[in-house]
């Protein structure tokens, strides 16, 4: 039960994919990249072959009940003394025979082995199913981390982009005075230099735009040149989690219980058992029946011998049938089925270390995102205080700079105080806004 809400959503999402592709749709949101991924991730895909894979092999092993039924022929020529199979006697001719059967086989009876490798098979197809919705939670986490990185530049771009429209109105206002002789050049010097740098740093940021773009253009297995913008992420709930009551105990219990990467291995922990159960049975008798229906035939390929029986007539004449019985016991095998048993143990040993350290992991891994949550609401709430106090700041410095109470120097250095409050304020923002957005996706697993 616990897989259903994985499988359904693949399903659901399968469906309206094709949907998406025929719209041409270039500008993603980060749910419309969560859909892409699900169906075009190479990652994904490749966990998709791997459960078609398991189902194979659990049919197999279901057909592996069954008797297996060959038709064999055998042809052959012989030169010098040899013996007819046909007459059992000895011919100096030159001549070709052949033989042929058709035989039947069947497991009686071989320790339950073929019963235990479906039941081994069952669990492997069920970890595959668990690995790939892992796989697909591990691309959802990037993504959100692609966004968020993006999302972050986005607003430093506009900042940036800002202080260049104001340094360009302000050079404007200080050449006019400078032309009727109210400031000097050198007033003017420092407002370009610093429009110089905000234009590097714009260069800066539209490059690491376009690294990020092409870094989830790869996630999502789209062509290098495909045209892809990010849709800016609606951030309006913010107020609404700032008070929201997330309990630390609920979202790790919730992880531990649902996560399928504990149901992966978990599943992978029922394998190894399945494994160590066939390896004790290898100690079993087997028990074997087996049938057959064989004729030959031989023809002369020398001098014709008179009344020489035809193929057919041979054939059917040589008709013969029989009925097997095998049994096969264990007695001595050199320690092979004891020392696999010791290496099975062993390795379900380590896949039982493997599902604690898991979860160990799991757990640290869960409180690290609750933490950074808790922290980035703390610190969205503080930033938001100290840009509110900033931006008053500004303003009375720019106001005792048209009146000449203050130099340019003094006024780009608010400005850049307001700026940097600004870029912490934007960031903490949707650090919040993500954080809460990886807690979403643990949450609803």
Request: hydrophobic share 40%; proline share 2%; glycine share 4%.
């Amino acid at each position: 039960m616990r897989n259903a809400t994985s499988i359904l959503t693949f399903t659901l999402l399968a469906f309206l994919m094709p949907m998406l592709s025929l719209q041409g749709q270039t500008r993603l949101s980060m749910d419309d990249c969560f859909l892409i991924a699900a169906n075009q991730n190479i990652s994904v895909q490749q966990a998709e072959n791997e459960i078609e894979i398991a189902n194979i092999r659990k049919s197999s092993s279901k057909f592996a009940l069954l008797p297996s039924l060959s038709y064999d022929l055998n042809h052959y020529f012989s030169f010098g003394k040899n013996i007819d199979p046909v007459t059992n006697s000895f011919a100096f001719e030159q001549f070709s025979g052949g033989e042929m059967g058709l035989r039947l086989r069947m497991n009686i009876f071989s320790g339950f082995k073929n019963l235990l490798a479906i039941s081994e098979n069952v669990h492997r197809q069920r970890s595959a199913e668990y690995a790939k919705s892992a796989v697909f939670l591990e691309v959802c986490f990037q993504i959100v981390d692609l966004f968020s990185s993006y999302m972050i530049i986005q607003e430093n771009v506009k900042a940036v982009s800002g202080n260049i429209e104001t340094l360009n109105n302000e050079l404007e206002i200080i050449h006019e005075k400078i032309k009727i002789g109210r400031l000097t050049e050198y007033e003017a010097y420092a407002f370009e230099a610093r429009l110089e740098t905000e234009k590097a740093e714009m260069i800066r940021l539209n490059n690491e735009s376009e690294i990020i773009l092409q870094q989830l253009k790869e996630l999502l297995n789209f062509q290098y040149d495909a045209d892809v913008e990010l849709q800016e992420v609606n951030n309006t709930e913010l107020q609404d989690i700032i008070f929201l009551p997330i309990r630390k105990e609920e979202v790790v219990l919730q992880v531990m219980n649902n996560h399928p990467i504990i149901g992966q291995f978990e599943e992978e922990l029922k394998v190894s058992e399945m494994v160590l159960k066939s390896a004790n049975r290898a100690f079993y008798p087997s028990l074997r029946l087996g049938a057959s229906v064989l004729s030959n035939y031989s023809v002369n390929i020398g001098q014709p011998i008179p009344n020489e029986t035809m193929v057919m007539e041979q054939v059917f004449n040589n008709l013969g049938q029989y009925v097997s019985v095998g049994l096969s016991i264990p007695i001595f095998t050199q320690m092979q089925n004891l020392n696999k048993v010791r290496e099975e143990k062993i390795r379900l040993h380590n896949t039982k270390l493997d599902l604690d350290e898991t979860r160990n992991s799991l757990v640290s891994n869960t409180l690290q995102l609750y933490n950074t949550f808790i922290a980035n609401r703390e610190k969205y709430q503080i930033t938001s205080n100290a840009l509110e106090k900033n931006i008053l700041s500004y303003e009375l410095q720019e106001e005792k700079f048209r009146l000449g109470r203050i130099s340019s120097v003094e006024l780009l250095t608010a400005r850049d105080i307001l700026n940097e409050s600004l870029s912490k304020f934007n960031q903490a923002k949707l650090s919040l806004y993500f954080s809460y957005q990886l807690l979403q996706l643990i949450e609803t697993l």
